[in-house]
C-alpha cells in the first residue's frame, strides 16, 4: 500500500496533468479529509500507509476533481474567516475577497452597537454568521431566493454560531424589496456580478458546478447593483450604509449608481491583486 507522502506526489502530479490549478494543495485538502486530520498532520505521518477503504475514497475523491468538481464541494466544507463552512452545490462557495467585505463592515461598526443589518443573497451564510459573531449586538436578517442556500446557512449557523439568531428569509431581492417593512443601519450584499457573455468563459469549477444564480445575472452583471441602489432610501434609515462587493472593472459604474439615488462619501477599497473589490456608502435622507 502506498504511504501518505508517495501518494501526495503522485497525485499531485496526476492533477497537474489534468489541468488542476494547485494540484499539491488539492491533494492535501483531499488526502487530509480521507484521513480525517488537518493538511500540516499529513507530514507528521509521512511514511503511514493507507488501508484499502481510505485509499479507495481517495481515488473517488480524485475521479471528481479530474472532472473540475470543486475540491470544497469534495470534501464538503471550506474555511472562510476562521471558521469551518459546509458547503454544497446548492450556493456559492465562500471566496476569500469576500473576506474584505466583511472587514469593512467590522472597521466601520462598533462591536457593541445595537445595528439593523440586511444582507441580500445568503449562500452559505457566511457574512451573516460572521457579522452575527463579531457584532453580537446585531439583528441580522438575510435573504436568499434559494430555499437549499437557506437551508444550508441555517445549518451552518447552529454549527458555528451554537444558536439561531439570524432571520433567514427564502425571498428573491426584488420581492423583498417591494414588501413594506422595517428600514436597516445596513445592507450588504455579495451579488451575483459576472456578466452573461463573461460567464461562459470562468474557470470549469464555476460554469460546471456552482450554482449559476449565484454567479451571474444573466444580463450584464450590474442587475443588482441597479436593484440595491434604487431602493436604499427605502430600505435604508438616515446615515445607512451599503456595502457591496464588486467585480473587476465595475466600481466606476455602480458608484455612478450609488450617488444617481443619494448616497454620498462612496470609496472604493482594493483586494491584495489590486483590484477595486468592496464599495461602500452612506445614504442621504433629506
Not at 94 to 104: A, D, G, M, Y
Request: charged share 30%; net charge negative.
Amino acid at each position: 500500500m502506498p504511504d501518505v507522502i508517495e501518494l501526495l506526489k503522485k497525485s499531485a502530479d496526476f492533477l497537474e496533468e489534468k489541468g488542476i490549478e494547485s494540484p499539491r494543495l488539492n491533494a492535501e485538502i483531499m488526502l487530509a479529509d480521507v484521513l480525517n486530520c488537518r493538511r500540516l498532520d499529513l507530514y507528521l505521518m509521512f511514511d503511514r500507509p493507507l488501508d484499502e477503504p481510505e485509499l479507495e475514497k481517495f481515488r473517488a475523491y480524485i475521479r471528481r476533481r479530474i472532472k473540475f468538481e470543486p475540491v470544497q464541494y469534495i470534501v464538503g466544507k471550506t474555511w472562510f474567516y476562521g471558521e469551518e463552512f459546509i458547503v454544497n452545490s446548492n450556493a456559492l462557495i465562500p471566496r476569500q475577497e469576500t473576506e474584505f467585505l466583511i472587514e469593512e463592515i467590522l472597521t466601520d461598526t462598533p462591536a457593541d452597537l445595537k445595528v439593523n443589518i440586511l444582507d441580500i443573497g445568503t449562500g452559505t451564510g457566511n457574512i451573516p454568521i460572521i457579522l452575527s459573531k463579531h457584532l453580537p449586538e446585531a439583528v441580522i436578517t438575510s435573504i436568499d431566493i434559494s430555499k437549499a442556500a437557506i437551508s444550508l446557512a441555517e445549518e451552518n449557523e447552529k454549527r458555528i454560531c451554537g444558536k439561531d439568531k439570524i432571520n433567514f428569509v427564502n425571498m428573491g431581492a426584488e420581492e423583498f424589496i417591494s414588501v413594506p417593512g422595517k428600514k436597516f443601519d445596513i445592507i450588504v450584499s455579495n451579488p451575483p456580478y459576472v456578466s452573461v457573455k463573461e460567464f461562459p468563459a470562468l474557470q470549469k469549477e464555476i460554469t460546471g458546478f456552482e450554482p449559476d444564480i449565484a454567479v451571474t445575472d444573466k444580463a450584464d452583471g450590474l442587475s443588482f447593483y441597479r436593484l440595491i441602489t434604487g431602493a436604499g432610501k427605502k430600505l435604508l434609515n438616515p446615515r445607512g450604509k451599503l456595502y457591496f462587493e464588486l467585480g473587476k472593472g465595475q466600481h466606476t459604474q455602480v458608484a455612478g449608481f450609488m450617488s444617481d439615488n443619494g448616497f454620498i462619501d462612496v470609496s472604493v477599497k482594493k483586494d491584495y491583486a489590486g483590484i477595486e473589490r468592496v464599495i461602500k456608502g452612506e445614504i442621504y435622507h433629506v
